[in-house]
């Protein structure tokens, strides 16, 4: 963060309390006196500012809230939105009195609040630096930053292309054009790798996808992936989520037969007896199909 600070002699004592939060913070800035005895205009008086200032800071008190402090504050906060700065007002002692259209212009911080203020400030100037970077890095490996380049990232199991979508501020939780989640398409794409680190990052592992509304542990146990299907249920996957047929992870293991997807669903309180769309439930295919080691493992 690199502020410009805007002052009057009469209120120097929030001047110096002001510096010494910038200074806690690492911030550089730099002190802008504003003096009704000036002859010059106001922007002889105050431009050009220092190269990559992103914020405008103007301190007013209960004497130092007259015509010329106001002129400036107008001034400079049409400034801000031309630049893509940021104005920040802080109230010290009073209440600045500024025309409503300019309100929308610029944040306004009690005194006692800007220690609050500037270390919400700092950390999200930081996320939109790691955002930029992560945006440079994926182009200076030929990967553009849309959409469609996230989800195949994902479904192709680059698991660091993935994460530097996810830096560079996609949805953890988009979805594609067929209703599906990231998750789902990494599931699908039979990487764990890719799973892991988008179930970190907030991930939904129970949202169901738009084709055939499956959730991810399905996903996992339809393209016979125990591995994926076991960490999921790990960090939370209900099992017994219905898809579009009705039908649960269990059901789509007991129906091919598969007893050690089906022993680890059971593990994590999967329900057997759930019927699908047919009136079939997994504990139905296991004796339709006379496998008696599902049978046993179902107790029927």
């Known amino acids: 963060m690199k502020a410009v ?27 802008k006196k504003i003096s009704p005895e000036t002859k010059k205009t106001i922007q002889e008086e105050f431009l050009p500012f220092p190269e990559d200032t992103s914020h405008l800071v103007f301190i007013f008190s209960e004497n130092s809230c007259g015509l010329e402090q106001l002129c400036v504050f107008i001034f400079f906060s049409g ?46 100037l930081k996320k939109e630096e790691d955002m930029s970077a992560a945006k440079t890095k994926l182009l200076s490996m030929g990967v553009s930053c849309f959409a469609e380049n996230f989800f195949k990232c994902v479904e192709d199991g680059n698991s660091c292309e993935t994460t530097l979508f996810l830096q560079a501020g996609f949805d953890v939780n988009m979805r594609d054009m067929r209703g599906n989640s990231v998750l789902t398409l990494a599931v699908r794409g039979g990487s764990l790798e890719v799973v892991e ?53 269990v059901c789509i293991a007991a129906g091919r037969g598969d007893v050690g997807t089906c022993r680890l669903l059971m593990k994590y309180n999967a329900d057997p007896s759930i019927p699908d769309a047919l009136g079939m439930s997994a504990a139905g295919y296991a004796k339709l199909f006379h496998n008696d080691e599902l049978c046993r493992l179902f107790n029927v």
Request: hydrophobic share 40%; charged share 20%.
């Open 197 to 249: 680190i988008l179930l970190k990052a907030g991930a939904d592992i129970n949202a169901v996808s738009g084709d055939r509304g499956y959730s991810p542990l399905m996903d996992a146990v339809h393209t016979k992936r125990p591995d994926i299907a076991e960490f999921l249920l790990e960090n939370g996957a209900d099992p017994n989520v219905k898809g579009m047929d009705s039908q649960t992870a």
């Open 79 to 124: 400034y801000c939105l031309g630049r893509n700065l940021r104005a920040v007002v802080i109230n010290a002692g009073i209440q600045l009195s500024v025309p409503e259209q300019f309100r929308s212009s610029a944040t306004f911080v009690d005194a006692g609040d800007f220690s609050s203020f500037l270390r919400t400030e700092t950390e999200r």
């Open 5 to 31: 600070v805007f002052y009057t002699s009469e209120c120097e004592a929030s001047l110096e309390a002001v510096c010494n939060e910038l200074d806690s913070a690492s911030c550089l800035y730099t002190l």
